[in-house]
């Protein structure tokens, strides 16, 4: 018997891994377990990324419990919640007490894969991909940002990112139908349904996460962060100056909720929930939240991509990634493990109870991206339209510095609510960057 750990789902018996299986319409997940060339043994330990979604931790659970026990390899699995992932991986490579196989998103397998932390997993990438009809372009572009720089050390299984959610039932009643196209057909809807207590825009300008997503829509008015090389900051420019003044005409007529300059990062959520706001860019949890919160809310909300601008579509996504430590006791069996979590049937189910993008072309007739549930329709657009981190910029540590920094948020500050005409937004917004870029 596998010794089989999570931190949610604690020890599954066999008779339980049967009514799962059962109740989520798969097969006994012992039966889906594809047997290797060779043979496998010994064991292998996987830290799995805890999610919103208690049955898909499950389902990953079990899955990788019945793999093990028809390829006669003990498994331990340990759930890790994701907002702890760096922590915990940090204190593993430290203590050389890495797992066989891990769940990690991109930022940190970029980091880590410079520093000779992962095994090459191209052979797993490559067979992956064969068998399922290629990767989404998206998915492709954004896992060679890795592959060009330091290798093939992770193996892609979900697209995450922002998306639009907006009042369906309030933009309905003003005419419009379809998502915005465009930035500033956003605005204009946005500012057509603001009325108290609703406003229309509620997008974060606030120095948390959420309030990055104004890098998204400087580059789509034709700003940048650097230059093509990615070694000397461009903030300053006439896409920039454009970017500014769509965000202060809206900001002018009133578009924006009072406080979204230091709103936390619940700051748009908690504005949506209480219905205090018509448009939000969200990962999509504000939608699971309201499907249980308040019904008719998750009903009257509909979800599509960034909107493009007037130079740019941009629409950026993050990735969660499998990858194999260079420790490993056990790395033939750990890539064994990593291609059969790309069966169908199970990645089917998980997709339908995860909030993740698909991956791989073959997803997109899944029945989780039929177009029944809005949320998952909206990833699925989100992988086809979305694009690499950081583009049209370079991926690099210097762009990631200024987003954990907080430049262009700061700079949208400096125009709402300080006043300072755009120039000398962009000249301090400039002089910011160059001094991060100066470090590398």
Known sequence: MNDTQSTLAGRWSRRALVRFAGASGLALAVAMAALPAHALEGKVTYWGGLIFSEAANKLLVDTITAWGQANGVETEVVMINQNETVQKVSAAVASNTMPDALDLNLDLLLLLSRQGVFTEVSDVYDAVGAANGGWFPSVAATSDLISAESGR????FGVTG???LRRN????????AEAPATWQELADQAVAVTASPVFGLGLALSNVGDGNVQIAVMQSFGGRVADDAGENAAIKSEGTRAYLQWLKDAWDKGAFPPGVATW????????YLSGQAAFI???GSVGIAAKTQDPELYDATLYSPLPRGPVENVNPINMQFRAIPATSQNPE?????IEHLYNPEFLNAYYQAAIYGPVLNANKDFAAFDGSDPIKSGLLGLTENGTAPAWPDVYN???ADIYTNYVIPKMAQRVVIDGWDFDRAMDEAQASAQAIYDKY
Request: net charge negative; aromatic share 8%; hydrophobic share 45%.
């Open 153 to 156: 050390y992770g193996v892609p």
């Open 162 to 164: 922002n998306l639009i």
């Open 169 to 176: 039932d309030l933009l309905s009643e003003k005419g419009f």
């Open 264 to 271: 936390d990062g619940a700051g748009d959520n908690q504005a």
């Open 281 to 283: 860019a969200n990962t």
């Open 333 to 337: 069996a750990a890539k064994a493990l």
């Open 397 to 399: 540590a210097a762009y």
